[in-house]
């Protein structure tokens, strides 16, 4: 089992910049895949970006793709999502979400994640 417990999230002006952390709890970890997932208020939950467990394979939501950018430290046991160029519309509680999977093939469907935080709420001002 692996409990993930996200931290970072806060109040930014547009174009600002943001760093999220999803820090797991568990030895198993390191054979996780991760993933960044936001739900905007009357919206559905949406996928954001993935991390395979090595950390060499990434997959990003075209809505972020040239802004944001995901990357893991196994040795801290911990996922980052650096979040430049915010906009309005990231305004969001962004949580993160994990299998275990030795794969280079990541998906962003919800149903692929087993374990999940309790999100932290981003919100750009404009």
């Known amino acids: 089992q692996v409990q993930l417990v996200e931290s970072g999230g806060g109040l930014v002006q547009a174009g600002g910049s943001l760093r999220l952390s999803c820090a797991a709890s568990?030895?198993?970890?390191?054979?996780?895949?991760i993933a960044w997932f936001r739900q905007a208020p009357g919206k559905e939950r949406e996928f954001v970006a993935a991390?395979?467990?090595?950390?060499?394979?990434?997959y990003y939501a075209d809505s972020v793709k040239d802004r944001f950018a995901i990357s893991r430290d196994s040795a801290k046991n911990t996922v980052y999502l650096q979040m430049n160029s915010l906009e309005p519309e990231d305004t969001a509680i962004y949580y993160c979400a994990g299998r275990l999977s030795r794969s280079a093939f990541l998906v962003s469907s919800e149903g692929q994640y087993d374990f999940w935080g309790q999100g932290t709420q981003v919100t750009v001002s404009s």
């Open positions: 991390i395979s467990y090595t950390g060499l394979d990434r």
């Open positions: 568990g030895r198993a970890f390191t054979d996780c895949r």
